[in-house]
Structure formats: C-alpha cells, structure tokens
C-alpha cells in the first residue's frame, strides 16, 4: 500500500508542530523519519494514523484520499502503530491483549480464542517471531512487550508499520533482532516507518530518510543520496558540536557507599546490589530501562524504603532519613520525569526554582516568602543555565522540554552537593541541551563532585563514565572501567530474555 | 496577540450570555409547567435574595453565606495542598457540638466563655480533621475514603448527646438547652445580621493571605500542584499534611461555633447536616477552581441562589420542588460555564507547552 501525506499542517495553540509536509511512504521500503524532540515526527505520524487532525493537508492510501475519524478507522485500513510508550494491559496475556478490540468472534458472540491463537501462530511464524501467548504482559521484559505490540500489528494485517523510537528500551542484541524482523517485513512488500533519532539505526536500516526540523521536512530522499553528516546537518540545522575533551583524575574520598541494599520492585525484589561513587569520578549505571535502576535510585534518595543493607553518604549512614535529611547531608538529584517529580508544571519558574532550596533565610522572611529575592534567584538559574522562557513569573508548563530539563539540571545543581545523582538526565531532550547538561556534569565531575549517572542511553554512559556498572534484572552483571568499554562487552552484560522472542540475524 | 485576547473575550462575552439565556428558557418553561407568573417569580427570587423590609432577606444570605463561604475557605485550603478532604461536615459538626457543651459547662465571665468556647471548637474540628489524616498516614486509609466515614460517627455522637444527657427536655425537642444569653454574638447595629460574619471575613482574608504570601502556603501548593515533585525535593510532606489538614478542620470548627453562637444559640440535632454547608461549600470550591479570593464570592452566590428560591416559593407560590430544580438548573448552567473558562484556559496554557 502507497500512503501520501501532502501539505500537513498542525497547529497546538500557538505553536506550529507540523509546517506544510509532503511525504510519500511505499511499500517494501524502511523510511526513517529523523529529527530533534520536537521537530514533529511524531506529531506527522499521529496524523497518519488518525490520533491528531490536521489544520491543513490530505492523506491518500493509493492514492484515494481519506479521513480518519479515529485510529480505529486507520487501523481498519491498514495502518498500525507501535507508540513510544506502549498500549498494553499488564494483567492480561499476551494472546488477549494482541486480539483486544479485534477478536474473532465464534459462536454465540464468544471470543473464539482457538482461532485467534491458530492465526497468531501463523504469522509469528511466518516472520520467525516465538512467543509464549498465555503469559501476562505485567511480567514481561519492555523489550518482549515491544515484541508483543509488534505482534499487535501483524496479528491486525497492518501493511503500513509505524514505530516510534523503538529502540529506545531495547539491548543492542534485541535492537538487531527488531531489526531483522523488519527486513522480513519489508521484503515481505510492507511498508515501514521508523521514527527515530539515532542516525546509526537510519544508515543501518533504512532505504529512504526523511528529515525533520521545528516543523518542517527539510530533507527527503533515497538514503544513497546522502551521507550520515549531511543528515545530522539537517537535524540540528548546522555543525555539530565538537567531541568532549575528558580530563584524566584521580578519584578522590568515598562519597557514597551502598552495601548490600535490597528494594522491593516491581516484578519481586532488587539487589542485594553494592556500589561506591568516589568524589571527582562519573559512575555511569548502564542497562535496559525497568532493570532495577528505577528502585535503586528511590532506594537512595530516600524515596522508597529499604528491605535491608546500608546506605552511607559523606560517612554518615542515611538508610533510614527521609528525603529532606539526605539532601541537606549532601545529596542532589535529577529525576528521570522532569514532568511530575522535577518540576510542578502548574507553578511558576520562580516557584520552581526555589523549592527544596536548601538555604531558606535567603528567600523568607520569618513565615512569609520573599517573592523578590525568589524571582532573583529564578532570573540567576535562567541566565547560569541558558534557559529559554519568559521569566521567573512564568508558568513552568510553558516552557519546552530541554529548557524544563535545563531548569531542573540547574536548580539541583546549584545546590552544589558532594553527590549529584542523574538520571536520564537528557531523555528527550533535543541536541543542543544535551550537550549543556553533559558540559555541566563534566563540570561537576571535575570540581570534585560524586556523580552517579543512571542512563537507559548506552552512548550517554559510555561518553561520560569513568567506571560504568551494567544493571540487569535487579542485580549488577558486571563492572568497566570506562576507558576500556566498549559496546558489544556491555551489550552482552544488558542480555535479556526479551533476545530470544525475535529470530537470530541471518 | 492582543486582538487574540480580545477575541477569547468576546467568545466568553458570548457564551456567558447563552448561559444566561439557557437559564431563562428552562426556568420559563418551569414556571409555565406550574403556571407561575415569570415576572413575579423572578422579582420574588431578587428581593428574597437581596432584599426585605430593612434588608431583612439580604440579612438572610449573608448570614448563609458566612457558613457556606467558611466552609469554602475551610475547603479550599485542603483542596490546594492537594489533599482531597471532604469531611468537611464532620469537622463542622465536632465544632459546633464542642462549642455549644463549652458554653453549658464553664463557667467564668461571658467573653471568656464564648472565647474559650469558640477555641475548643476550632481545636475539635482540627482534632477531628487530623484524625483522618493520621488514619491516611499511619493506617494507609486514603484521606477520601477516611474523611468522609469520619463524618458519621461524630454527626451520631452528636445526635446522641443532645438526644440524651444534655437533652432540652422540657423543650420537646432534639435539642441542647440555650447556651447562656451574654455568649450570644451580637448583632450588627440595625440589623438582624450576627457579627459571624466578620469571623469568616477574617478566616477569608488569613486563608488569601496565607495562600499567596506565607512559605508554608507556597509548600503546601507544590505539594497540591504535583504530591511527586513535592516529595522529591525534600518537602516536609507529612509535616504539611497534618497542618494543612489541622487548620482545613480548626475553621470548620470555627464555622459550627459560629453556628451556635450566632444563629441557633444552642445545638439543634440536625441543625449542621441538614442545610448542606459542608458539602454547599465544596461545591463552592470547585465551581472556582483555587483561587482565594473568588471562594468566598462563590460562597455568597449559592447562598443567594438559595434564599432566593425559598423565597420564590414563598411569594410567588412556585411550589418547593419546583424551586429547587430551578436551584440546580441555575448551578449547573454557572458551573458548567465556569469550569469550562477554567478548563480552557487550563488547555490554553497546555498547548504553549511542546513536550510530546
């Protein structure tokens, strides 16, 4: 099936996500859709598929124009979607969550779940895919659960497949897996749509790029016309910045030390895990997202309890503190959700910069607030840390997400503590802001500060560690000094089960 | 830009008076369904709300207004710090019974008694409110569920109390005996409108003062805005739960003594559930959202609507029920129009954000 998306348009509010897009997607080809968070790839792709309606511009399947009401109607014709985040019911199967809202309806209006096992076999076959079909999508892998909306698709006869950032949540052995199985699909005549933001995946895979930037497609074109450079030049719509110089160090006195800390998780119990950060040095926590780290860090900061072990900071053992205790002995933390724990996004910038300050006299006076020593200290956090936004009375919500990330990253930051814990500190944030908070890390590492980095982004990891600890189903599978690490050795240490649902690259 | 505002001005210009017009229609229909006359029925509806012989209705909704706007305030404290307490009656309820037995039993100079009367109340209403916090912290009771079953045993208790050992026998009624006269609160001078009202303005202007200049006020909203955020940068969540929920309660309570001192002079079994003033006064809140100062405006808006319809039914001999459809329909119509300015300006703010 050929889709054409001509002269899309979207407007939220004030703000233009989709500027006048063209683009053409055939069948039994890969099209990767790159650009910046934020640049509208998905924005674009949500149109296809029937969840935002564009202000302008039509869709044509084969050239026969039509009007989503609903994604319903997409999926109908044809089209499936496996989102960033996945549709998936946790306590049901994986055979009743691939059939909800499609089952095969047997006689007396059952669902004739026989027929739906006997189809699903079939095509997981056909695509080389094994997957055990009565077991709850709760306990599963995120890797096997991308397997699983994949499914969801073909179980759907979609002819036109589109994922988004799929390999965010995936070890490089499951990221190869994915991948074969799309050539399969691809030469079985569908088409793919790849979104994505990792230009080693577009040259990897696909047979035409597109390119996307604040709105608009810059660039489109057969991916043998253009080279990796000139593709990252369309992104970020100039140079690159320049590779980061790492300066060698001596670590210094133990900041933090976990011994034998266990923590209830999701899927049973994390740990017993160990770890130390020394003054002056980035222990990077590397692994696939839903591991443990999550629990670890809730662990440290005081967030969840402990089932048992220790947890020392600058020699003081802070197991049984609560949040505002450990962050005055010297702790400042990044959390992961910038959009529910970082920052309150209904309150103002200044509101946001001064909560959990530690030094209150200087923004009180007796009960009552400040408000003008408040903005003052906002307007520093906005100039230090280049934040784009209308000033210290503006509401947090408005700004975009790097800026947001920029606000959190400055505000604990500034707190100047002897261990900064970060974690995923630049998930989805765009180019530019990625580079900022890696500077301001390196900074930090390099004044002397303890600095634990908890990322999902093996580059991330391996660009900042000095020693990198590989997570893997609540426990550590491993330690590399970060000077010798290199990507298969710690994608080896990430395997999970989730591998072994896809077929073996040929 | 500016043009912009303007248009979204106009748009709710517009939409305003199609509310208003939608109100007219349906009470029009209403009134011609019982055969009321409209133009009686409405200028009944004013003048029992507004106005009176020396004022004597306006009196009437003031004094209603001062409970259901302390209520509000009472209300809307918890709201903003995020905290879902809805027993705001059983707070109401310990105030005014704690109230009423304090001025039976201690003695002393009247000032005095009335004085300590009125603290023991707000201290019961706190007491009662920190119940269920305590039951949220301790025992894992979510303060929804724990607030609201705290509202029975206490309006039981009460019944009982005025029911049996501190019964007005000779009175043949569910009720307390008078508390003692010199407790009473005043009127205002001409009127027969009780000083209560100038303790709510009080608790009205602590509650805008507190919520927009105080660090505990900015700490509880953080908490309110996003319980997460609030708990990751160290807040004292516990700590600014119970407080909240303490002075949430201690105005509940002061709104019961205000009750007893000001309107009934002495517990009247029924006399704080009935009327609705909890419940009256969440609905209050939510038809303004959290802002502050527009509580106490809601306050005095449904205690309008109120005596107005009481009056309709009164004057121009609209039939009770009819008059409280009215009540609802004039309700639903102003909050449907207020939520959704609310809920668009909300989604106005949301759709500057870009984070997908």
């Known amino acids: ?506 | 830009m500016n043009g912009m505002r303007e248009g979204t001005m106009a748009r709710e210009a517009i939409s305003w008076a199609v509310a208003l017009a939608w109100i007219a229609a349906v009470l029009f229909i209403l009134m011609a369904l019982v055969g009321a006359p409209f133009g009686d029925a409405l200028a009944a509806f004013l003048q029992n709300a507004f106005g009176g012989r020396r004022f004597s209705y306006l009196m009437a909704t003031l004094s209603r207004t001062a409970l259901i706007a302390g209520m509000a305030v009472s209300v809307m404290l918890s709201f903003r710090a995020g905290l879902f307490n809805i027993g705001g009656e059983g707070q109401l309820v310990a105030g005014g019974l704690v109230a009423a037995l304090a001025a039976l039993l201690l003695p002393g100079p009247p000032l005095f008694v009335l004085t300590a009367s009125i603290l023991a109340a707000m201290l019961a209403g706190a007491g009662w409110a920190l119940l269920a916090g305590v039951m949220q912290l301790y025992v894992g009771v979510p303060l929804l569920v724990g607030s609201l079953l705290l509202n029975y045993p206490i309006r039981y208790i009460a019944s009982y109390i005025v029911a049996h050992p501190f019964r007005d026998v000779q009175s043949g009624m569910v009720q307390s005996h008078l508390v003692p006269q010199a407790t009473w609160l005043p009127y205002f001078p001409g009127t027969r409108l009780d000083i209560g009202l100038l303790f709510i303005v009080a608790a009205s202007v602590f509650a805008v003062v507190y919520s927009r200049t105080t660090v505990h006020g900015y700490h509880a909203r953080m908490n309110g805005l996003s319980p997460a955020f609030a708990r990751t940068v160290g807040l004292p969540v516990r700590k600014l739960t119970l407080q909240t929920l303490a002075m949430s309660g201690a105005i509940a309570g002061l709104v019961g003594a205000i009750a007893v001192f000001g309107i009934h002079h002495r517990y009247i079994d029924g006399m704080l559930v009935q009327p609705l003033y909890a419940w009256t006064g969440i609905i209050a809140v939510l038809l303004v959202g959290m802002i502050p100062w527009a509580v106490p405006l809601s306050g005095l808006f449904f205690a309008a609507i109120q005596t107005g319809a009481a009056g309709m039914e009164r004057s121009a001999g609209v039939p009770k029920e009819i008059a409280l459809v009215m009540q609802a329909v004039i309700i639903l119509f102003v909050a449907s129009r207020v939520s959704g300015a609310l809920v668009a300006s909300s989604e106005r703010k949301a759709g500057a954000a870009d984070d997908a």
């Open chain 1, 1 to 506: 099936m050929r889709v054409a998306l001509s002269g899309i348009t979207v407007r939220f509010g004030a703000l233009t996500a989709v500027d006048n897009a063209s683009l053409a997607i055939e069948p039994g080809e890969i099209h990767a859709v790159v650009g910046e968070n934020g640049a509208g790839k998905t924005t674009l792709m949500n149109v296809l598929f029937g969840l935002v309606e564009p202000e302008a511009g039509t869709i044509s399947l084969d050239g026969e124009e039509m009007h989503w009401a609903s994604p319903q109607e997409a999926i109908r014709h044809g089209l499936g979607m496996v989102h960033q985040h996945f549709m998936l019911q946790e306590s049901m199967t994986v055979l009743e969550n691939v059939v909800l809202c499609a089952e095969p309806v047997g006689r007396f209006g059952f669902i004739d779940f026989a027929a739906a096992r006997r189809r699903l076999a079939e095509v997981a076959d056909e695509h080389g895919i094994a997957m055990e079909l009565d077991r709850p999508v709760g306990r599963l892998s995120v890797g096997e659960r991308q397997v699983v909306e994949v499914l969801k698709m073909l179980y759907r006869e979609a002819e036109v497949l589109i994922l988004d950032e799929p390999t965010s949540v995936l070890t490089p052995l499951e990221k190869d897996r994915l991948f074969a199985t799309l050539r399969s699909f691809r030469s079985a005549g569908k088409a793919i749509v790849l979104i994505t933001h990792k230009l080693d995946e577009v040259m990897e895979l696909a047979d035409r790029v597109s390119v996307m930037r604040a709105g608009r497609l810059v660039r489109s074109g057969p991916l043998s016309a253009t080279s990796k450079e000139e593709i990252a030049r369309g992104i970020i719509g100039g140079e690159l910045p320049p590779a980061r110089q790492r300066t060698a160090r001596a670590p210094g006195k133990e900041v933090l030390a976990v011994r034998d800390l266990k923590v209830a998780g999701r899927g049973g119990t994390v740990g017993p895990l160990s770890l130390s950060v020394c003054a002056g040095e980035i222990v990077g926590i590397a692994g696939v997202s839903g591991n443990g780290q999550a629990e670890l860090i809730q662990a440290i900061t005081g967030l969840a309890s402990l089932l048992s072990g220790e947890i020392v900071l600058c020699g003081r053992p802070i197991g049984h503190l609560d949040v505002e205790d450990r962050r005055l002995i010297g702790m400042s933390y990044i959390p992961e959700d910038r959009q529910r724990m970082g920052l309150a996004l209904g309150a103002t910038v200044s509101e946001n910069a001064n909560a959990g300050r530690d030094e209150r006299a200087a923004y009180t006076r007796g009960p009552f607030l400040n408000r003008a020593a408040m903005a003052g200290f906002a307007r520093q956090l906005i100039e230090r840390y280049r934040i784009r936004v209308g000033g210290p009375a503006a509401l947090a919500s408005t700004m975009s997400g790097g800026n947001k990330q920029k606000l959190v990253v400055g505000r604990e930051l500034a707190r100047d503590t002897p261990l900064v814990i970060a974690e995923n500190p630049t998930w989805g944030v765009d180019i530019g802001a990625i580079d900022f908070i890696h500077g301001e890390l390196m900074r930090m590492r390099d004044e002397g500060h303890a600095v634990l980095l908890v990322s999902t982004e093996l580059d991330e990891v391996l660009a900042l560690s000095d020693r990198i600890l590989v997570m893997y189903s609540g426990a550590f599978a491993g330690e590399v000094a970060g000077a010798e690490a290199d990507r298969e050795r710690i994608g080896g240490m990430m395997t999970s089960r989730a591998a072994a649902a896809l077929p073996e690259v040929a």
